[in-house]
């Protein structure tokens, strides 16, 4: 780098030197609440562009390396902005001043901040105008230097600087401006009476620095404030005019307030500000400092604490209060730690972070992540009925920029009989976006704060996935807590009724369902061997040449059709003989409105005969035409195939013909029973002669007839199963 210069261990100790002798940077380490002063910058990568003050068309060459923002200095006369580079750099007054310095890159290890910083001089005999351009458009910051004791330098800032650089940059994006006097030592007088009205004027000027390269003073403090505007502009933050936040800033103080109240009751107490405090800076607050704060805002406002709490309009204020003294960085550490970048737009590294998800693999809620969601619910269900109103759905997503759950979602989960989500319905709908869309589950979590209300790096934490169904298959067993059962038959073959059967909806129910907001999934919980499960129902189109590989790619697969309509088992033998004949995917016929009469099928094979030639369970007759909430028992079969697609399940049926139905049968003969009760009967009396208990002999007769009994029954189960 020719023009570049990075500073030796010589130059950066003086620099260092420079920066920790500042008294904002002194200031600069408290909390929040200490009397509106603020933590340290945030770390980022920055960079100098200094314009040389001899001409109107000053010109520019930088080069900026890394990811950088770009920090610019434009003169207005000859104004000893060069001198104000030397100085920095030798902690002296230089005797000879360069037309231009060359650009220096001071180590993020020299400034206490940890910021890398570029400066880059501009002289007018080295450089053009359109590499000053270039840098302008590049900058995120520009410091225009004028001289205190030249008012036509200072004339020159409105009179061409600032229209040229706001030609040059976007209106939405304008860069802050830092104005910087030079030479006060030539001067008994300040110049800010001159500045104060060029300052209301422009709303992208920051503040104004007086500082003189002579004698060192306000050095470090211009880097400083040239470094704060780049960190922590004031334009998304405060409007001037108006004297108060900006809607956009208000929306996501309001945003991070609700999600500091854990309690729902409206205000901040004592236990929730210190979360706060701690979330945001890492200390705890004295409560002597909690008592203060309150104080201050009690003293300026009448609604700004309630019952000992700090009130949303109070912790407005606060925030107000802080950006007033010039405090602005401290409002955005707030908001940087709940997500926002400088647009007050929550980041897509915070909504979205990264999660790796294999192939055959799934994703669920972990334990953590359903405790947050359950407090999340218990916050907001302020009747405590166990079922969240449209107003409390409402109030629970009023964090959230826009409403995530339409009106299909009461008809995709479990509902109680005014139609409110359940607290069983809420967890199953959190339950099916994450397994159909992680990212979108993700942003929900993002949105209500999981990562910052249970300190893990990200919403990652909150999800688990699950490894291979390969490897379950292998080892014949998951740890997998959703199973998706594809629902497929032809239209009007019950579907939907089989779907929303397994939320508890009878046929009654379902008739007041509107189309417009049907839903092609119901989800629920089931118990197998007393584990709970999540049984995942998806309701697949009927047109079977459109079928794609989520159609066909589940846990277990129901064909449904409808005994009263001839063509109905068509279809699904037809999707079955297609897609699934080869599959190890458990597919089970369901036989729906079996209140109805049935009629013949018009196939080549009857039902029974077709699941008979592809081992395949006899069809489950099914209806929602009841008076109470259909039984759960089919889901329950559903959820065990699911989970032991490798296992052969106990049969559905009493067709009297498969081996499970010849043993029941076996089972219950008479003779097995009078056996049975004959044995009974010779181990009661046993018991009541104390005498023959002692007997060595009954035992072993009785040991010895138990094993034959189990030998012959096993042999006789083994001969049935290999005749079928």
């Keep these: 780098m020719s023009d570049s210069n990075v500073l030796g261990p010589f130059v950066e100790r003086r620099v260092m030197k420079f920066f920790y002798n500042s008294p904002l940077r002194r200031r600069a380490t ?27 068309h000053a010109t520019i060459n930088v080069r900026v390396l890394l990811i950088v923002s770009l920090f610019s200095f434009c003169p207005a006369a000859k104004v000893g902005k060069t001198s104000l580079i030397m100085s920095l750099v030798s ?20 400034t206490p901040e940890r910021v890398p910083t570029h400066i880059v001089d501009y002289s007018e005999a080295e450089q053009t105008d359109e ?20 008012k036509k330098s200072i004339e020159k800032v409105t009179s061409h600087w600032i229209p ?28 800010m009476e001159t500045i104060l009205p060029i300052m209301n004027q422009y709303q992208d000027i920051e503040t104004c620095v007086e500082c003189s390269a002579k004698n060192l003073k306000n050095i470090s403090e211009l880097f400083y404030y040239a470094q704060k505007a780049v960190l922590h502009p004031t334009g998304p933050l405060y409007c001037p005019e108006e004297k108060e936040l900006k809607p956009s800033c208000i929306k996501a103080l309001t945003r991070i307030f609700k999600i500091s109240d854990l ?49 949303l309009k109070g912790f407005l204020f606060l925030h107000t209060l802080f950006i007033q003294r010039g405090r602005h960085e401290t409002t955005w550490t707030v908001l940087r730690r709940f997500g926002y970048d400088d647009d007050l737009e929550l980041t897509q590294e915070y909504l979205f972070p990264l999660i790796k998800v294999p192939p055959d ?3 669920e809620l972990n334990h953590n992540a359903y405790l947050f969601l359950q407090s999340v619910f218990d916050k907001h269900d302020k009747d405590r009925d166990c079922a969240l109103s449209p107003e409390e759905v409402k109030d629970l997503f009023n964090v959230f920029p ?19 989500i359940t607290y069983q319905g809420y967890l199953s709908q959190w339950t099916l976006t994450t397994y159909l869309d992680v990212q979108r589950s993700l942003e929900y979590l993002g949105y209500l704060g999981y990562s910052i209300i249970y300190e893990q790096e990200s919403q990652a934490a909150a999800i688990t996935v699950t490894r291979n169904k390969r490897i379950d298959l292998q080892k014949k067993q998951t740890q997998r807590s959703v199973f998706r059962c594809n629902v497929l038959g032809a239209r009007g073959s019950g579907k939907s009724g089989f779907l929303q059967a397994f939320l508890g909806r009878n046929l009654q129910r379902q008739m007041r369902i509107r189309e417009d907001h049907k839903s092609y999934y119901a989800i629920s919980t089931t118990y197998v061997y007393g584990q709970e499960k999540y049984l995942l129902l998806h309701e697949v189109m009927s047109d079977f040449d459109i079928l794609s590989e989520p159609d066909l790619s589940c846990d277990v697969v129901c064909l449904v059709y409808d005994v009263n309509e001839p063509r109905s088992f068509e279809y699904c033998a037809k999707v079955y003989k297609e897609c699934f004949l080869d599959s190890k995917t458990p597919c089970v016929v369901v036989a729906a409105k079996s209140d109805l009469h049935e009629v013949r099928q018009q196939y080549s094979q009857s039902p029974l005969d077709f699941c008979r030639k592809h081992k395949l369970h006899p069809p489950q007759p099914f209806t929602c035409n009841t008076t109470e909430a259909p039984s759960k028992d089919l889901y329950t079969r559903l959820t065990t195939m699911a989970m032991y697609p490798h296992a052969r399940l106990r049969c559905m049926c009493s067709c009297n013909r498969c081996t499970y139905c010849l043993c029941q049968n076996l089972l219950k003969l008479e003779l097995l029973r009078s056996i049975k009760a004959q044995l009974c009967r010779v181990v009661y009396n046993r018991h009541m002669a104390q005498a023959d208990l002692k007997n060595s002999t009954f035992w072993l007769r009785a040991s010895l007839g138990a094993t034959v009994f189990a030998v012959l029954g096993f042999a006789m189960y083994k001969v049935l199963l290999k005749h079928r």
């Excluded at 902690?91 to 020299?110: G, N, Y």
């Design 30 to 56: 408290l909390s929040i609440f200490n009397d509106a002063d603020s933590i340290s910058l945030n770390v980022v990568k920055l960079c100098f562009l200094l314009l040389h003050p001899s001409s109107n």
């Design 91 to 110: 902690e002296e007054f230089p005797d000879e001043v360069p037309l231009r310095a060359e650009e220096i890159t001071i180590p993020a290890d020299v």
């Design 131 to 150: 590499q000053l351009y270039q840098e302008i458009s590049k900058a995120n910051v520009i410091c225009i230097v004028y001289s205190v004791n030249n």
């Design 164 to 191: 040229l650089i706001n030609d040059r940059t976007d209106k939405d994006s304008r860069v802050p401006l830092i104005l910087v006097g030079n030479k006060s030592d030539l001067v008994e007088h300040s110049s």
């Design 263 to 311: 309690d729902n009751d409206g205000v901040l107490n004592d236990n929730e500000l210190n979360f706060f405090q701690k979330t945001c800076f890492n200390t705890p607050l004295a409560p002597q400092a909690l008592e203060d704060v309150k104080n201050v805002v009690r003293r300026n406002m009448t609604d700004g604490v309630r019952d000992n709490g700090l009130t």
């Design 361 to 363: 693999c799934t994703t």
């Design 402 to 420: 826009y409403m995530p759950w339409g009106p299909d979602v009461n008809n995709t989960v479990c509902t109680n009989d005014e139609g409110w």
